[in-house]
């Protein structure tokens, strides 16, 4: 039992040290310098609340004053109305904040509880406001220095354009401050300026505001120090922030080349404070892309309204980015030439008499060819006659020619034993008309059974060419298959 009860008060002193490290730490400062309000008036008290969050998480801290009889405001209101502040962990977060009396308070110091609450653990800490309510007909040497500023400027400050801050300022006291001095202090803002109120008068300053037009966007407070006789008697802070702004235009795109051979050059640049993404779009012919070259490296994106080339480019602020296409068509108008080259190279070395082989099977015995036809096509391809036309065809040993020729073909003019073995057929033609056909055949026999496919030799035909060339040309083999 008692190391049970040890192991308990163990574990509460360790989460009084987590407690204790992870208190609250909330500093209160008087920006005025002065917590005297004048009774009767609408004067209010200022207060600086530095407010750091000790957690290792971020967490809402959320401000209530209970007495009614007060009324409690912050810059930006949405502070103490807006349901709390976020602060990241470990991070200190500034609330600027106003105190007013509802109605008539009576002339004495007054101590008003504000409670600061943690919206994950509910823990609590109370601070005191203190506000003196003072008389309004003082003896001329109890008043003080006590203004009231009122500050205009836009919360959010286009740095491209022109913006006027204004200061109205009121002496709430009957007697001449003279020689104050007014100094604006901020990361961009900076300006002084020298002013006398009277008794209970008021004075309106005015101070332009010129940023750079680039000027990168940020949160800034400005600090309005009113002093005399070098003593800071007034301090007033204000947020603003500079507008953040991205503008992608295109400064050129251009286009220039030679025969069949193109370059576009399409620059763009970002006229803002801030970077920004930008995507050029090209449509692509088709076809085309076999031909284009980019730098950058592009890719390829379809949709229903066709192919496009898309560069993705990223622009920091005031920078510039160049797109280059290459279109290259001379290799295929190359190509083609040389296409046209080789035609008419073939269409002039062709030769003028054309001679085509073919067989056919006309009888078959025992599942073998026994007899075949074959037939000589002869064609002038010329628009000039062609003379002194000789042919030869030779038959293998296997086979032996029919003398028995058909009528209207031309029979040979020797049939002779060729030295290389089979036998030699020769034909001779006197003239070939322009474009003229002729057609020889004759019929062979198979000495032996022959089953399958088998080749028959080339064709062979000589003539004179329209030139007088004495010129030959072989048809291909003849192929049989059963």
Not at 46 to 62: A, Q, R, V, W
Not at 230 to 248: G, Q, R
Not at 330 to 337: E, I, R
Not at 366 to 373: C, E, P, R, W, Y
Request: proline share 4%; charged share 25%; aromatic share 10%.
């Amino acid at each position: 039992m008692s190391k049970k009860v040890f192991l308990v008060l163990l574990i509460l002193l360790c989460a009084s040290f987590t407690y204790a490290e992870e208190s609250l730490d909330v500093q209160i400062e008087l920006i005025a310098n002065d917590f005297s309000l004048v009774q009767g008036t609408n004067q209010f008290a200022e207060y600086g609340i530095k407010l750091t969050n000790p957690y290792s998480y971020e967490d809402t801290f959320e401000f209530r004053v209970k007495d009614f009889s007060w009324n409690i405001w912050t810059n930006p209101l949405s502070d103490y109305v807006g349901g709390g502040v976020d602060v990241q962990p470990g991070e200190t977060y500034e609330v600027q904040l106003f105190i007013a009396p509802t109605g008539t308070k009576n002339i004495g110091r007054y101590s008003i509880p504000l409670t600061i609450t943690t919206r994950s653990n509910g823990e609590k800490i109370q601070k005191n406001l203190v506000v003196d309510i003072v008389s309004g007909v003082p003896t001329i040497k109890e008043y003080e220095l006590g203004i009231l500023v009122n500050v205009d400027l836009p919360s959010v400050i286009d740095p491209r354009g022109k913006t006027t801050l204004v200061v109205d300022v009121e002496n709430v006291f009957p007697r001449n401050i003279t020689n104050i001095k007014l100094e604006l202090i901020s990361e961009l803002i900076r300006g002084r300026s020298n002013f006398s109120l009277g008794r209970l008068g008021e004075e309106t300053l005015e101070f332009p505001i010129e940023l750079n037009d680039y000027q990168s966007p940020l949160q800034d407070k400005l600090e309005l120090r009113f002093s005399k006789d070098d003593e800071v008697f007034k301090s007033v802070k204000v947020n603003y922030a500079v507008l953040s702004y991205s503008i992608v235009n295109t400064v050129s795109d251009e286009t220039y080349g030679k025969f069949l051979k193109s370059t576009r050059v399409i620059e763009v640049h970002n006229d803002g404070n801030i970077a920004k993404s930008h995507q050029i779009r090209i449509p692509l012919k088709f076809g085309s892309g076999i031909f284009t070259r980019t730098d950058p490296k592009n890719y390829l994106v379809k949709d229903e309204e066709g192919t496009f080339m898309v560069w993705d480019l990223n622009l920091d602020s005031q920078a510039k980015s160049t797109v280059t296409i290459n279109q290259n068509y001379q290799v295929l108008f190359w190509f083609g030439v040389v296409i046209i080259l080789i035609g008419l190279f073939y269409w002039f070395m062709r030769s003028p008499v054309l001679i085509a082989k073919e067989a056919k099977v006309v009888e078959i015995r025992d599942g073998a060819v026994s007899q075949l036809k074959v037939l000589l096509h002869l064609r002038n391809r010329t628009n000039k006659p062609i003379t002194a036309i000789k042919i030869a065809d030779r038959v293998p040993d296997i086979a032996q020619i029919l003398e028995e020729f058909d009528v209207g073909t031309i029979r040979p003019e020797k049939i002779v034993r060729d030295s290389k073995g089979g036998t030699l057929i020769k034909w001779s033609i006197l003239k070939l008309d322009p474009y003229e056909e002729r057609i020889i055949s004759y019929k062979l026999r198979s000495k032996l059974q022959v089953l399958g496919s088998f080749v028959l030799p080339s064709a062979l035909v000589k003539f004179k060419s329209p030139g007088g060339s004495n010129l030959k040309s072989k048809s291909k083999m003849g192929k049989i298959n059963q």
